[in-house]
């Protein structure tokens, strides 16, 4: 074989108009031009992007962030390796401002950690710590480019028209203009809905430096907005994956939702029952006039010390508001019932559920309130594994494992609200919580979940699978993990009646991925059920236990004829049997996904009653 020589000359000048072509090529695709409709649109939407950025310097939101670091998995596609959970109350008005909620170990650094320390903390999680910008980044994903969304600074290419939900949107392609420099422009495509010309969706990643790849800097995300009152629209979600996230480790990624509430913080009201009822001369004859015993004013202190938590908890923006006709007092009260009832037990005052509304997974007892936090609500699976958490918290209320009663004393709970995680200590002794789980056992085989109790028990099996990796959700804030502190449940006893965990079996449904039954409304922070059809898994990734997952919202406007009035008085539960009663056909969800089906019934199909069908 020959070789012939090339003449340097040539090499040369070959190199040269290859790279002459490069700088020829476009960095972005070129753009269509607008109509003069289009262009309309897109004015209106830089407006409002502004009124936007306006509105939210006037609110304190809770930002929440919960991370999972991911590698591939040959029959699971990708499975998480590691988690990281952030939870802070963000204050606009002073730039990117926030106070962190420092968990209780943290205490030791003092009430406030400011904004520097706290996105210093995320981009650590991130991976992102070298690069200087960084504090401020993750939190930009809520704009798209609060110093510079015009015109002059971009280029705008209509795409199509789309639906996002019942919104009717205009779709365009952005990207910076090629002599605009420096870092953080925003390049991807946005959503403006057409009646106010609000950017209600936008997705894509920021700009670099000039001569470096963007994503060793930035992450690509998703970002949505709501119509949380009329004409404002507000940041609600965003969601962060990476399959890759640097070129020198290729086999991790991640996948992340941050998710914002409290955008109206209200001090709680609670007015005594009838306190609007007068009845001219008329005798009390009521228990009211009686005097108090010691026993009685004991539990009036308990109580005392119990409204006054859940009031600061509320005004946080940790726990929901009470919601008489919403998903707490139709579902988890009615699972209250049944297992109260068929047991004897005689509280003095009804026990209430409420819910907690972080990811984390946890549960605790406050007086006879029981709290539940949100991300252990959406991962539960069925109405049994749901009974298997709150039995045991009826059992701390029965044996008496109250909170402090320091707590009666309102002037204990006048600290900022980002202390709350150091200053409100809800959580069990091991003790405690041994013997909670014992006599919670009890509970439940004397109750109507007695014949489904293996079931359940794969919830904690799964549970144990993940927590070797998924430690910032399982370590609670406020309340009680769901596991001894050597990784074994505190309900070991349903772990062992449980199946083995099987990932082939697709009638298996150990536990949901998060978001799976609720979602908060970020004005008034109330909890509802998703709205959502249900499918079986058709293979064994499509279980995603604990998993964070990518988010879609169906847009609607804001209708204030559309929103309930609010409940005079929550409505008492009623005597039960051992079979509960049937709650109103609005609150039925769907089908569990453990039923064989190829897609879930719709919402005409959701007859069956909260006993028959209870998912949370």
């Not at 108090?292 to 005004?315: C, F, H, K, Y």
């Not at 900022?416 to 509970?443: C, L, W």
């Not at 409505?571 to 049937?582: E, L």
Request: one cysteine or more; charged letters at 20%; glycine letters at 6%.
């Amino acid at each position: 074989m020959t070789f012939r020589k090339i003449p340097l000359t040539f090499l040369i000048l070959t190199m040269c108009v290859a790279s002459a072509y490069a700088k020829r090529q476009p960095k972005y695709e070129q753009a269509r031009q607008l109509t003069p409709e289009q262009n309309a649109l897109v004015q209106r939407a830089i407006t409002q992007e502004k009124v936007l950025i306006k509105n939210i310097q006037l609110r304190t939101p809770l930002v929440e962030t919960y991370i999972q670091d991911t590698r591939p998995d040959v029959k699971l596609y990708e499975v998480p390796i590691d988690d990281h959970y952030m939870l802070s109350r963000v204050d606009f008005g002073k730039g990117f401002f926030d106070k962190t909620y420092a968990p209780k170990q943290e205490a030791r650094q003092g009430f406030f950690k400011g904004s520097l320390g706290a996105m210093m903390d995320l981009s650590k999680a991130l991976g992102l710590e070298k690069f200087t910008y960084n504090p401020n980044g993750f939190m930009q994903m809520m704009f798209i480019d609060p110093s510079g969304f015009d015109q002059q600074h971009y280029v705008f290419s209509f795409v199509r028209r789309e639906f996002l939900g019942s919104v009717r949107t205009w779709v365009f392609d952005v990207h910076p203009k090629v002599d605009v420099k420096g870092m953080g422009r925003f390049y991807g495509r946005i959503w403006i809905e057409d009646d106010g010309g609000n950017v209600v969706r936008f997705n894509g990643t920021y700009t670099g430096p000039t001569s470096e790849d963007a994503s060793k800097y930035y992450f690509h995300f998703d970002s949505w907005r709501m119509n949380v009152q009329p004409g404002i629209w507000l940041p609600v979600a965003v969601y962060v994956e990476e399959t890759q996230r640097t070129e020198t480790n290729k086999s991790v990624g991640l996948k992340a939702q941050t998710h914002f509430w409290g955008y109206s913080l209200k001090l709680p009201t609670r007015d005594s029952e009838n306190v609007s009822v007068k009845v001219d001369e008329a005798v009390d004859k009521s228990d009211d006039s009686q005097d108090v015993g010691p026993l009685q004013a004991s539990r009036m202190w308990i109580t005392q010390a119990e409204n006054n938590v859940i009031d600061r908890l509320v005004e946080a923006g940790l726990v929901a508001p009470l919601d008489p006709g919403g998903y707490e007092n139709k579902i988890l009260d009615q699972i209250v019932i049944n297992l109260v009832v068929p047991n004897n037990l005689a509280f003095t005052d009804q026990i209430h559920c409420r819910v907690l509304l972080t990811d984390t997974i946890e549960a605790t007892t406050v007086g006879n309130t029981i709290l539940l936090s949100k991300g252990l609500l959406d991962s539960l699976p069925s109405e049994e594994a749901i009974a298997s958490v709150i039995s045991m918290e009826l059992a701390h209320i029965a044996m008496g494992h109250h909170i402090d009663t320091r707590y009666a004393f309102n002037d204990r709970l006048l600290f900022p609200d980002e202390s709350t995680f150091q200053r409100i200590d809800m959580n069990h002794t091991d003790v405690d919580n041994a013997s909670a789980a014992k006599r919670g056992m009890e509970y439940l085989q004397a109750s109507m979940y007695k014949d489904k109790l293996a079931t359940a028990g794969l919830y904690y099996e799964q549970l144990v699978d993940r927590a070797r990796v998924l430690k910032s959700l399982n370590s609670p804030k406020l309340g009680d993990s769901l596991l001894k502190p050597d990784g074994t449940p505190w309900m070991a006893d349903l772990s062992h009646m449980a199946p083995k965990l099987n990932w082939d079996d697709l009638a298996q449904t150990a536990a949901l991925p998060l978001g799976s039954w609720l979602k908060t409304d970020p004005w008034d922070d109330k909890v509802h059920m998703l709205n959502a059809k249900r499918y079986a898994p058709m293979n064994a990734r499509d279980k995603m236990p604990f998993e964070v997952t990518p988010i879609f919202y169906k847009l609607q406007r804001y209708d204030a004829a559309n929103v309930p009035p609010a409940a005079a008085a929550a409505p008492a539960a009623q005597p039960a049997s051992d079979q509960p009663a049937s709650a109103p056909d609005s609150a039925q969800p769907a089908p569990p996904p453990s039923q064989p089906a190829n897609s879930a019934a719709g919402p005409s199909d959701q007859q069956s009653t909260a006993a028959q069908n209870p998912q949370p």
